[in-house]
């Protein structure tokens, strides 16, 4: 890993978390009625709320994976290559969306998404 000098990169958060359940059901009644927060969509395959001052995204997979922060970049490209050349791993990526997943040091998944 690369750690010698400062990223010229720019990573920044964009306040959306995403979690990744097995039962989207179950996650709706914990997540409208325990904790109260504001579904504003809904799919066969994921929530959206509004829970104040993030967006949690709750998606249905076949295995858990907690909460994942999401962080905008100017350049996808630039920061997949920077992130790889500094050891991280590529989880998923989105087609078309210019949009990943990678894993840090510690084996936190990320989210990055290109916005300009």
Do not use: W
């Amino acid at each position: 890993m690369n750690t010698d000098a400062k990223s010229t990169i720019s990573f920044r958060t964009d306040g959306v978390f995403a979690i990744h359940v097995t039962d989207l059901q179950k996650a709706e009644s914990f997540y409208s009625n325990v904790m109260s927060f504001n579904l504003t969509d809904k799919s066969e395959s994921q929530l959206v709320y509004d829970t104040g001052v993030i967006c949690l995204y709750v998606n249905k997979d076949e295995k858990i994976i907690p909460f994942i922060p999401a962080l905008e970049v100017k350049d996808y490209k630039q920061a997949k290559a920077h992130l790889i050349k500094n050891g991280c791993r590529i989880v998923k990526e989105f087609d078309g969306n210019k949009a990943l997943y990678f894993t840090d040091p510690f084996g936190f998944t990320i989210d990055i998404i290109e916005k300009k």
